[in-house]
């Protein structure tokens, strides 16, 4: 735990809604405080020193620099929860990190080595790696922004001393910690994120050896060193390791790996000479690679806890350190603890929103489905006309495709429920207070040598957009759609999928009948085979292991969730909840070691929202949480990018909101303005996890697609008619159904609306409005 210390005479007692209760530490920018948000949460308050608000466009300039950071991707960083100004001193509150700064670590227990080091060199650069793919630079990295937290290693305090430079009326200093500064910025030269990587060969330096490279005594020395001399790197006995921290240490900054170069070089997938080359993964699947082998534990007992990891070791590649990730941006492949794998995207595979026309899919018609009750006497749900469920204000059904799937005891269920949900995210940072110096290098009258001929080397510079603020982080380059090379008739239904090898996503499962049958896709095969044991099948990234609901309850009354064995079959059971409350669409984390479901609660002849579950893969435990909010659940939840938090549409009349909760239920974040909900039968956040899609406000022919990172004007508008999606098939295409005659075809569309490719066809009208198809992404 970071060292408290009490609140001193003259600290504020509150800034805005947070109570302070203690100091986490102070430094040149200002003061870090523990404080306490009006629900109980903790959190960190940054308030920065009063002289440096010199006027009021100044600060709303810097607060506006600094919000910037929130498009960074989620990986080894933590949350920003809100940031503006009080009493005219500047603050940022973030989500509160329980864990000591590396300096402290190191300065306690000693130098860190073999793959304690090498871990914390993954995790750091990884977080480098989602600065830079921001625009972003740190520029003040060094051991005490990094802290190590139970689930590994967190950057911290990116973006801010960039903000204060750029800010010019706040500050006229250089910025930065002297044992760490550049021979760039030594030489009044911009530091950009070359910068960055100088600074992290200094850190591996400092973890191996207990010192920076440079020293620590006089500024003039210190600084001279850094110009002219080259540092000893012999206390990193790992050779690779030590060559990648000599070339970041480089005075040229030209010479010097960018992050992502780096991290490739971490992970085994490029060696010394591939610099400039592009990585062999996306950058989304980059990032979630690094952060899956920084969470690793090792026979040298890394200093963190080990956090998520999913039940068994992860696969490794060279080196020991996990297998390259899939394309498409999503997380890597490789198994946890169980051989459980890590998996798909922000939300997985299976279907997101409600049916057709506001009418809620998987509810039962008459005489459709077995009448006996669910256990404890709750009877099956009652339908509407046509066999739907009835809607509820504002044409929303009262529950996802009007309910639940309900699980029964002893013999067939009778499905009731589908999937109402809609996705959306939030970019992560956690900003503390270091104890680092802000220099002057004219008042230290400190002469320096420019390196080589005199003319400074390149540097990496963050890319603007056009408001001359940072750009959103780029997505993966994406090739032209492949054409569909073989069509597969599905069994049981008028469905046709066109297919291709080259293409990103396959069909994993499908539903027809509001989930009254469910067909699987075979491991490795084109054969789609009828499953009687779920209501809904979710198969995960790496296409090992799905997550089922059971469409029986255990012998005590408890609804189940499988976690199934693709090939083999094979399951084990989580108890999730008593009837008359219901699980329905698994869903597995980003990372692939944990489920989410969604709640629902018999009551009479509807079901009512409940909240949601967090399946542990591990242990093979759920946690449940009763959300107390009545405007959220009517569309199901869907996990946040990071992992850390799940959302779902709240609801209040003509408002329509994205909220985002904690695993433990409190209220985190609201999303305004982004338009409204759309049906989604697959990942409705792109596969950079920086973009969701919605209803343009207004109508239905018309998909806006938002930035994930904050409120905002949409980034593109899809003229499309549609009543519901299949998803993302990449970066720069979604998957829509449109009407055809009688029949409905799934098209690959461009973010224009033009029509690139048949995805799927179905040519019975009914069973159309009755079907769900769950895509997978592939490796």
Not at 139 to 144: I, L, V
Not at 239 to 248: D, N, S, Y
Not at 529 to 541: I, S
Request: aromatic share 8%.
């Amino acid at each position: 735990m970071p060292d408290l210390a009490p609140l001193r005479p003259g600290d504020p007692a509150r800034v805005r809604e947070y109570r302070l209760t203690a100091r986490l530490g102070e430094g040149g920018q200002g003061t870090v405080y523990l404080g306490e948000s009006p629900a109980g949460v903790r959190v960190a308050v940054k308030l920065l020193r009063a002289d440096l608000a010199q006027d009021e466009e100044a600060l709303e300039r810097f607060v506006r620099e600094v919000s910037t950071t929130r498009q960074v991707s989620p990986f080894c960083t933590a949350a920003v929860l809100e940031t503006g100004v009080d009493e005219h001193r500047p603050y940022i509150v973030s989500e509160y990190i329980d864990g000591p700064t590396l300096d402290a670590v190191v300065g306690a227990e000693g130098p860190r080595s073999g793959s304690a080091l090498h871990r914390l060199a993954i995790g750091t650069v990884t977080a480098l790696v989602a600065i830079h793919q921001a625009g972003i630079v740190h520029r003040d990295f060094k051991p005490s922004n990094v802290l190590l937290a139970s689930d590994g290693p967190r950057v911290i305090d990116f973006g801010i001393a960039k903000a204060l430079d750029r800010t010019s009326t706040l500050t006229a200093t250089a910025i930065g910690t002297p044992a760490y500064m550049t021979p760039e910025q030594l030489a009044g030269e911009n530091a950009g994120s070359a910068a960055d990587m100088f600074a992290w060969g200094c850190t591996m330096v400092f973890a191996a050896t207990g010192q920076p490279p440079f020293g620590t005594d006089s500024l003039p020395a210190i600084f001279n060193r850094i110009m002219n001399m080259e540092p000893d790197l012999s206390a990193i006995a790992d050779p690779a390791l030590r060559e990648l921290v000599g070339h970041c240490l480089a005075k040229d900054a030209g010479r010097r790996p960018t992050a992502s170069e780096a991290l490739m070089r971490l992970l085994g997938h490029a060696g010394p000479g591939a610099q400039g080359t592009p990585p062999p993964t996306s950058p989304r699947g980059m990032l979630a690679e690094g952060l899956a082998a920084a969470q690793q534990t090792g026979p040298e007992g890394y200093p963190y806890a080990s956090g998520p990891q999913g039940p068994v070791p992860y696969q490794t590649g060279p080196g020991g350190f996990a297998q390259q990730s899939a394309p498409g941006g999503y997380p890597p492949h490789q198994t946890g603890p169980g051989g459980f794998p890590y998996q798909s995207g922000p939300q997985g595979p299976g279907p997101n929103q409600t049916g057709p026309g506001g009418y809620p899919p998987h509810q039962t018609g008459p005489g459709g489905f077995a009448q006996q009750p669910a256990p404890g006497g709750y009877p099956p749900h009652q339908t509407g006309p046509g066999g739907f469920a009835q809607p509820g204000p504002g044409g929303f059904a009262q529950q996802p495709y009007g309910g639940p799937t309900v699980p029964s005891q002893g013999g067939p269920a009778y499905p009731a429920a589908g999937r109402a949900k809609a996705s959306g995210g939030v970019r992560r940072i956690w900003v503390a207070i270091g104890a680092g110096l802000v220099v002057a290098l004219i008042a230290v009258g400190v002469t320096v040598v420019l390196r080589g001929n005199g003319t400074p080397g390149p540097t990496a510079t963050p890319q603007a957009g056009p408001s001359g603020q940072s750009s959103a982080p780029p997505t993966p380059a994406v090739a032209s759609v492949p054409e569909a090379d073989r069509k597969i008739k599905l069994p049981g239904s008028s469905i046709t999928i066109h297919e291709s090898d080259k293409d990103p996503i396959k069909l994993s499962s499908y539903s027809l009948e509001r989930d009254k049958h469910l067909y699987v896709r075979k491991a490795g095969t084109d054969e789609f085979v009828k499953n009687d044991k779920y209501f809904q099948y979710t198969l995960n990234f790496a296409g090992t292991h799905a997550l089922g609901t059971d469409r029986v309850y255990s012998t005590d009354s408890y609804a189940i969730v499988s976690i199934v064995d693709h090939e083999s079959g094979a399951e084990s059971k989580v108890k999730i909840t008593k009837a008359p409350v219901y699980p329905i669409y698994p869903q597995w984390s980003p990372d692939g070691t944990k489920g989410l479901v969604t709640l629902y609660e018999a009551a009479g002849d509807k079901s009512n929202p409940y909240g949601y579950a967090i399946i542990d893969v591990a242990t093979k435990k759920a946690e449940i949480v009763r959300v107390k909010e009545k405007d959220a659940g009517t569309w199901s939840y869907f996990w946040r990018g990071d992992g850390r938090a799940v959302g779902t549409w709240a609801l209040t009349g003509k408002t329509q909101r994205i909220r985002f909760y904690d695993l433990q239920g409190t209220v985190l974040q609201t999303l305004l303005d982004v338009g409204t909900p759309l049906t989604v039968e697959g990942d409705d956040i792109n596969p950079s996890g920086t973009l969701l899609m919605t209803y343009c406000k207004g109508g239905e022919t018309e998909i806006c697609v938002w930035s994930t990172a904050a409120d905002g004007e949409p980034t593109a508008r899809i003229p499309f008619d549609t009543k519901r999606l299949v998803g993302w098939y990449d970066d720069q295409h979604i998957v829509a159904w449109q009407a055809k005659g009688s029949s409905h075809e799934a098209v690959i569309i461009d973010l224009k609306g033009q029509v690139k490719r048949v995805l799927a066809t179905s040519t019975d009208a009914k069973e159309y409005e009755q079907q769900f198809m769950r895509y997978t992404r592939e490796r």
